[in-house]
């Protein structure tokens, strides 16, 4: 279907198209013919693609779970509905639109912890972490920084400094943050010099999610096998 | 009250559409030599982002939840149809407006800070009061840019510059140093 | 512009690669350009993608050049670059996250790209199928290996590293500024400058050989 293989490649402006009926006909033909091809092109890649998509996204989320519970031997989603996680979204409800958290288990079926994420505005823009607890003893378990568009070689050691994302393992919450921690309190974070902000906005975002979600999530576990 | 502030600022200052995203690059080189058209490109802008925040929210709320992968191609549907109808609107309510903006009107539905602002709103998940506060400040922030440059220019209109180096990148170099001036904005209103 | 003989297939290859190159000629492209040379693994990316774009709008509207009326002829070119730039968009998340990620919505944003639109409307809507995917593959080469150079200049002075390689010792103190929105501006401005005056002393040199020619002329 390809038009006729003249030599011209200069140019000569394509002649004026033929107008067989009434020009309303020939715009829509043209818009509706192409509309559907366009249409037919877009809904074929996206189910091609679509299962890979999926894997990345549950392939991410994995690893990060994985960091922060320590490599549980599998994980439940829970959503939270009101002030309670619930295992199944409520009927009506779409569980995309809703907030998930992650509940790890050893391999003895013994529970490690949750995996909640959270976010709020930093230096630059907003910052997205995930980051695992244990309501039992109301301990951080371990942060991962997920988002972030710091300074580089500043702002971004929240997510690249090592020494500080070891901080949280296994702080107290609700965490303080200070300049020069010597230690023995469980609760203190030292801050990273000179990115006071980015430092402030990683520990505001776990006290602020534990504040919203600790009820929820304490008054889960009983149930829950030890 | 506090989110939306930072969001206000946020895209008006921090984030500045043209000086930190990149976008809304088009306009800002052609259509800043002079400080009124600059002004009047901007305020053009304004008026399309946030009728198109909206019309955005109002897409994907209701419709693009059953068919997320035609999200681009309804996006650009509704910037265009947008500026068609607020060109027409203009020129029956207010012809005096319409000839003070001109041209300008139909080379925003190629600015790629329209459809940029599109996709980021939808990409953060804005409501619909978020959204329209990220519009207004973009485009505020977009005409900010718009004008500085533009002031820039004019003066250089005056100043002695070898001929060789009258081309943009000249006017490059200038917009770098602008975005230089707007990463000092950065930290502004984040929570102490 | 327009040629007196109608220009061959390899002037339709080569003119986007250098003397209509989109960037440094007709300086359309210019977000992307800026936005995502920060570092040359995302260059790659950016560049494959619209090459992908262009070469596909280019071949269906050439295509269909002869069935589209007049009237809605804008429309039709934005519809289907629209669809070509889903289409990478989806195959991009799927082959390669890491570059999506990093990309963000620029990938979406090729949809407003001048270049594409620019070259469907005054070339692909005029001439033949495969002029039209060589004229596409030059300009897209012509982009790509302008970010090429950009990125490059950004991520050695920016981060010490190419393409994730680091280059200089542990010592190496990066010039951070390169990799944020202004050493964009400023590296593109200095690249723009150079070929501007570069531009400016041929046209000098070449206006004093003629006037010489001329001089020389009259006084035989």
Redesign the interface.
């Known amino acids: 279907m390809t038009g006729p293989a003249d030599g011209h490649a200069g140019s000569t402006p394509a002649p004026a198209t033929p107008t067989t009926g009434s020009p309303a006909v020939a715009l829509i033909r043209t818009l509706g013919g192409l509309g559907v091809i366009a249409g037919l092109l877009i809904v074929v890649a996206y189910t091609a693609t679509l299962p890979r998509i999926q894997a990345n996204k549950a392939r991410v989320l994995a690893a990060a779970i994985d960091e922060v519970l320590g490599a549980p031997a599998r994980y439940d989603t829970l959503y939270v509905v009101g002030d309670s996680l619930v295992r199944v979204a409520p009927a009506g409800v779409d569980p995309a639109a809703l907030e998930t958290v992650y509940l790890g288990y050893r391999a003895d079926s013994s529970v490690i912890g949750f995996a909640v994420t959270g976010a709020d505005p930093g230096f630059s823009d907003v910052v997205r972490l995930i980051f695992g607890y244990d309501p039992r003893e109301s301990r951080v378990l371990a942060m991962k920084v997920l988002e972030q568009k710091e300074t580089p070689g500043l702002g971004d050691k929240i997510e690249k400094d090592t020494t500080f994302v070891a901080e949280f393992r296994n702080a107290v919450a609700p965490l303080k943050g200070v300049k020069q921690a010597d230690g023995t309190d469980s609760t203190e974070i030292d801050m990273i010099t000179g990115v006071t902000i980015s430092s402030r906005t990683v520990i505001r975002v776990i006290n602020q999610t534990l504040q919203r979600l600790g009820p929820a999530l304490a008054a889960t576990l009983p149930e829950m096998p030890r | 009250m506090g989110d939306l502030l ?1 969001i206000l600022v ?1 895209s008006a200052l ?2 500045n559409f043209t ?5 809304g ?2 306009p800002f ?1 052609g259509v800043s030599s002079k400080i009124e058209t600059g002004f009047r490109m901007g305020l053009a802008n304004i008026f399309v982002m946030v009728l198109t925040s909206i019309a955005v929210w109002a897409l994907n709320t209701f419709i693009l ?1 059953k068919a997320p ?5 309804s996006f ?1 549907v509704v910037i ?1 149809s947008l500026v068609q109808i607020v060109e027409m609107a203009i020129k029956k309510l207010s012809p005096a407006l319409f000839r003070a903006l001109g041209i300008y009107l139909p080379l925003i539905t ?3 800070a329209i ?2 602002l599109a ?2 709103q939808t ?2 998940g804005y409501s619909l009061l978020e959204a329209v506060f990220f519009a207004i400040g973009g485009g505020l922030g977009l005409m900010l840019a718009l004008v500085l440059m533009a002031s820039i220019r004019e003066s250089l209109e005056l100043a002695d510059i070898p ?15 602008l ?2 001036a707007f ?1 000092g904005f ?2 502004l209103f ?3 | 512009m327009s040629p007196a003989k109608p220009s061959t297939a390899t002037q339709d290859l080569m003119r986007g690669v250098w003397r209509e190159n989109p960037t440094l000629v007709q300086l359309l492209g210019m977000c992307p350009t800026l936005a995502v040379t920060n570092s040359v693994a995302n260059c790659l990316g950016m560049g494959t993608a619209t090459m992908f774009v262009l070469v596909g709008s280019s071949f269906l509207v050439s295509l269909v050049r002869k069935m589209v009326p007049t009237e809605v002829r804008i429309t039709t070119y934005i519809l289907i670059i629209a669809t070509f730039v889903t289409v990478a968009d989806l195959a991009l998340a799927a082959t390669a996250p890491g570059v999506h990620k990093a990309l963000g919505a620029f990938v979406a944003l090729i949809v407003v790209n001048c270049i594409i639109l620019g070259r469907a409307e005054a070339f692909a809507s005029k001439n033949t199928v495969w002029r039209s995917v060589l004229d596409a593959v030059g300009n897209g080469l012509g982009f790509t290996w302008m970010m090429l150079i950009m990125g490059s200049v950004r991520e050695i002075l920016g981060s010490g590293t190419w393409l994730g390689i680091r280059l200089f010792g542990e010592n190496f103190e990066p010039w951070v500024i390169m990799i944020l929105p202004p050493g964009g501006f400023l590296t593109l401005g200095a690249i723009l400058l150079i070929v501007g005056a570069w531009k400016h002393y041929q046209t000098e040199r070449g206006r004093a050989r003629d006037l010489a020619v001329a001089m020389a002329g009259k006084a035989a």
């Open positions: 930072w946020s921090v984030n000086l930190m995203l990149f976008l690059l088009c080189l939840v992968y035609l999200q681009l191609i650009i265009a190629t600015n790629c459809l940029g996709i980021f990409n953060r001929k060789a180096a009258r081309n943009m990148g000249l006017i490059m170099i200038l917009a770098g140093s975005s230089l990463m950065a930290g984040s929570a102490t």
